[in-house]
Nanobody, 125 residues
Framework: QVQLVESGGGLVQAGGSLRLSCAAS????????MAWFRQAPGKEREFVTA????????RYADSVKGRFTISRDNAKNTTYLQMNSLKPEDTAVYYC??????????????????WGQGTQVTVSS
């Protein structure tokens, strides 16, 4: 079992930056692929980005490429999401997710076994 706790959300103006963190409870953190999803009001939860267990492989949704960066620190059991050039359409609850490491980095929600409670990100225009 893995428990995930997100932090770092908040209110920011368009063009600003935020860094989200996701702390994992499990010591074997490096055995897990990590991902971020987001859900805006009235919309489906959507894939944002993922990083492999060795941090050498990443994947991004087209909507965030060049603006968001995912990283991880296995020594601290923590995954980060650096969000720059934020837009109002980035407003959503952001969720951290984890799965036992496997082939590729899936974007489907069903492929991730563990989820955090979410952190709100609001971007004002």
């Amino acid at each position: 079992q893995v428990q995930l706790v997100e932090s770092g959300g908040g209110l920011v103006q368009a063009g600003g930056s935020l860094r989200l963190s996701c702390a994992a409870s499990r010591r074997a953190f490096s055995n897990y692929d990590m991902a971020w999803f987001r859900q805006a009001p009235g919309k489906e939860r959507e894939f944002v980005t993922a990083i492999g267990w060795s941090d050498s492989v990443t994947r991004y949704a087209d909507s965030v490429k060049g603006r968001f960066t995912i990283s991880r620190d296995n020594a601290k059991n923590t995954t980060y999401l650096q969000m720059n050039s934020l837009k109002p359409e980035d407003t959503a609850v952001y969720y951290c997710a984890a799965r036992l490491r496997g082939l590729g980095l899936p974007s489907a929600r069903s492929r991730y076994e563990y989820w955090g409670q979410g952190t709100q990100v609001t971007v004002s225009s």
